[in-house]
């Protein structure tokens, strides 16, 4: 069950990598969070959120992020995934982020017009675990994205043109 946001009124908080959050994110409103990231790697950001909601997440280094300054983005229009939970209405997505060391801020901003229940979780990967099978030998890793050899492409260089 998502915790309402802090009595205080405010919507930021410190999160630790692993650890899963679960949160109800108010309307056309954020959910402001911030990590500490000792080491270059891939972050992947699993996020759970109801079927036909809207959510777009930002991330920044060293700032907060807003609609216009930004290191990523990732629009979840709930509707249109393809990892959905029947049972629950839920939708699980996953989304893989190379992140330099130093202080990271994370934003979830909910387009809807209700509260929304959301659920994260960062995790930290070695910087190979973002290429899949090692780019499958068709290709090379580069800050957990696959740079496919001529000839390859898709996200692990497995599909040939």
């Known amino acids: 069950m998502p915790r309402n946001l802090p009595p205080d009124g405010s919507s930021f908080r410190e999160i630790q990598l692993k650890n899963k959050m679960a949160v109800l994110v108010p309307p056309f409103g ?13 972050v992947s950001l699993d996020v759970w959120v109801p079927q036909g909601s809207s959510f777009a997440i930002y991330a920044r280094h060293n700032a907060l992020p807003t609609h216009t300054k930004y290191n990523n983005i990732f629009l979840l229009p709930a509707h249109h995934s393809n990892r959905q939970s029947r049972s629950t209405g839920t939708v699980h997505s996953t989304e893989t982020m190379f992140m330099d060391s130093g202080h990271w801020f994370v934003s979830v901003y909910n387009d809807d017009g209700e509260p929304q229940p959301v659920e994260i979780l960062l995790d930290h990967q070695p910087v190979s675990a973002g290429c899949g099978s090692d780019c499958n030998g068709q290709g090379e890793c580069e800050e957990g994205v696959c740079k496919c050899n001529p000839g390859f492409d898709g996200q692990f260089c497995t599909q040939s043109v």
């Open 30 to 42: 954020y959910l402001n969070m911030q990590f500490f990231h000792e080491m270059p790697g891939v």
